[in-house]
């Protein structure tokens, strides 16, 4: 029993003793030293009582010092200080015999530590310099690399560009390529006359100018003869190129991007007139094939009444009729052009084929002919825009047709060369800017007005004056291409001009001055364009007339807008 005192009152306890089952272990105690009686510290049982968390973390001593660990070591010899003596015998066979050295001073230690830290910086710069070599290696090969890979490729394009010209020689297929004909013509023509005048004189000059006339009229008649050729073999794709844009579904994109297509009932009709004109050419099937198709015809242009059917169905008939006669198909075949001829008129009138009405030049509407109407100072007709050349000052007064008659007659001029710079500069500028709106406002005439008169048809730098080799370039990177912030340079140059940052760092002051010169003369000039004068800078274009002198420009411009030749333009 266990009695406590709680204030004022007493209380029995019963107190259990469970005894262990095992030896308590040994904690310790202490004796009393009068007695001698000892006592044992006693194990509990249960835990001892946990503090309240305060919310407060604390760190106990045993988390903040060294845990200590005693290891008892043995040497692996013995060592004593024992020596031989009387009764007692020391081997000496592991003895060893020590020699003292050079004592090595404080400043010795130094400096050999310090000839092996720059022994080994040495060998640390060299590997990092042998590094450094390599990667400017590198960098040469790839940079040398990469000069030769342009040289090869401005090579090859140049090549190409010879073989291109060579091939529309020899087979000339455009409108383009018959002016370059005529242009080799008239640089053969100056070449032989220069040579008469200067090596002949009197009759013998006379008769030598005559011969080279009737050679020049021998050229003349074959590239008209080629003209002829390859008008006759462009007819039937310009006609089918026409028909199947006609028979075309409308297409537009969707919002997730698919291309959506649609028919309705007049591309329908068109795809069938188109399949039916094919059917038509085929002279080489067999007869009731060919009675079939014609029969398939007659049906077609019988939904209308009018003389151009009535006369489709005649020739329809007197067709059917040579061939029960067993008319051969050599004799046929002219009434079968003519049918086909006739057919083609059909599908071309809106009223039997509506959806070609957006593909004609002539408008149905005769109203809307008074709208888009000009008068050729030339021939002196009436015809609409799309018969004239357009740049961006205006249309010609020229209709093309007189242009390119002229252009044959006298300067033969090729303007291929100048469709190429400007082919080019659209793609660049698409590339840099894809808002870029001026590089496409601008024409070839434009182009060609900027090149001669503006930059006198040679490179900036080395007055290079090859037109297959120069560029329009931008001056200043940081700013959208325009006739006021162009250079024209050869394509060895382009790229070097396009990795300068700042041209008023990387040019003379001299040559900055001229480019500025040639920028106010394309601004004055483009400036009275109205579509163009929106994209001028602030500068005003007053500003500018009082700076250069106008009568020559003046001059120059309006006789280009008259008469767009090189000669005129200079």
């Known amino acids: 029993e266990i009695i406590l005192r709680d204030y004022d009152s007493l209380t029995e306890v019963v107190v259990e003793i469970e005894r262990p089952r095992q030896q308590k272990a040994f904690l310790g105690g202490y004796r009393h030293r009068l007695t001698g009686v000892e006592y044992h510290h006693a194990a509990i049982q249960t835990l001892p009582k946990r503090r309240p968390d305060r919310g407060v973390v604390t760190f106990s001593r045993d988390t903040q010092t060294v845990q ?53 910086q040495s060998f640390t710069r060299r590997w990092l310099a042998q590094q450094a070599v390599d990667r400017l290696k590198k960098e040469r090969q790839r940079r040398l690399t990469w000069l030769q890979m342009q040289e090869r490729k401005r090579r090859e394009e140049k090549e190409e560009q010879l073989r291109d010209r060579r091939q529309r020689w020899m087979n000339p297929e455009r409108r383009e390529d018959l002016n370059l004909l005529y242009h080799a013509l008239e640089k053969w023509r100056r070449e032989e006359e220069q040579q008469i005048n200067s090596s002949l004189r009197g009759a013998e000059r006379k008769a030598a100018l005559c011969s080279l006339l009737e050679q020049e009229t021998e050229l003349i008649a074959t590239i008209g003869r080629h003209h002829i050729t390859f008008q006759n073999n462009n007819y039937d794709e310009i006609v ?9 579904p409308h297409q537009w994109r969707a919002a997730d991007g698919r291309l959506i297509e649609m028919d309705n009932q007049h591309t329908i009709r068109a795809r069938e007139l188109r399949d039916l004109y094919s059917n038509i050419n085929l002279f080489t099937v067999s007869q009731e094939q060919r009675s079939h198709v014609l029969m398939t015809l007659k049906r077609t242009v019988n939904e209308h009444k009018c003389l151009l059917t009535r006369d489709i169905v005649d020739l329809i008939d007197r067709e059917v009729d040579l061939m029960k006669r067993g008319v051969t198909t050599r004799n046929l075949e002219g009434l079968r052009k003519r049918i086909c001829t006739l057919f083609l008129q059909y599908i071309k009138t809106p009223a039997f084929n509506p959806a070609v009405a957006k593909l004609l030049k002539v408008p149905q509407n005769p109203s809307e002919l008074n709208k888009d109407v000009f008068l050729c100072r030339s021939c002196h007709r009436y015809l609409r825009s799309t018969n004239f050349i357009a740049f961006a000052r205006g249309l010609t007064a020229r209709c093309k047709d007189c242009t390119r008659l002229n252009n044959i007659a006298r300067p033969r001029n090729e303007f291929s060369c100048y469709q190429n710079i400007l082919r080019r500069l659209r793609a660049d500028e698409q590339q840099l800017n894809k808002e870029s709106k001026i590089p496409f406002l601008l024409q070839v005439e434009d182009i060609r007005y900027l090149i001669e008169v503006v930059w006198l048809s040679q490179s900036a730098l080395n007055a290079s004056s090859d037109l297959y080799n120069l560029v329009l370039v931008r001056w200043v990177h940081q700013r959208d291409w325009s006739p006021w912030n162009c250079i024209l340079l050869s394509k ?5 001009h396009l990795e300068v940052e700042d041209v008023d760092k990387a040019y003379e002051t001299t040559f900055i001055h001229k480019v500025k010169h040639k920028h106010r003369l394309a601004q004055r000039y483009f400036s009275q364009i109205s579509t163009m004068a929106e994209y001028l800078d602030s500068q005003p274009a007053a500003a500018l ?4 002198l106008s009568k020559p420009i003046t001059m120059a411009t309006h006789r280009l807008a008259t008469d767009p030749s090189p000669d005129s333009a200079h």
Request: glycine share 4%; aromatic share 4%.
């Open 240 to 248: 089918q190129h026409l028909l199947d844009k006609s028979a075309a």
């Open 492 to 496: 060895e140059e382009t790229s070097a």
């Open 545 to 548: 007339s009082n700076q250069l």
């Open 68 to 120: 200590l660990k005693s290891q008892a070591q043995q040497c692996p010899v013995s060592v004593s200080t024992q020596m031989t003596g009387i009764g007692c015998y020391i081997s000496c066979m592991n003895d060893k015999l020590v020699t003292p050295g050079k004592y090595t001073t404080a400043d010795e230690y130094h400096d050999r530590r310090l000839r092996a830290v720059i022994c080994l």
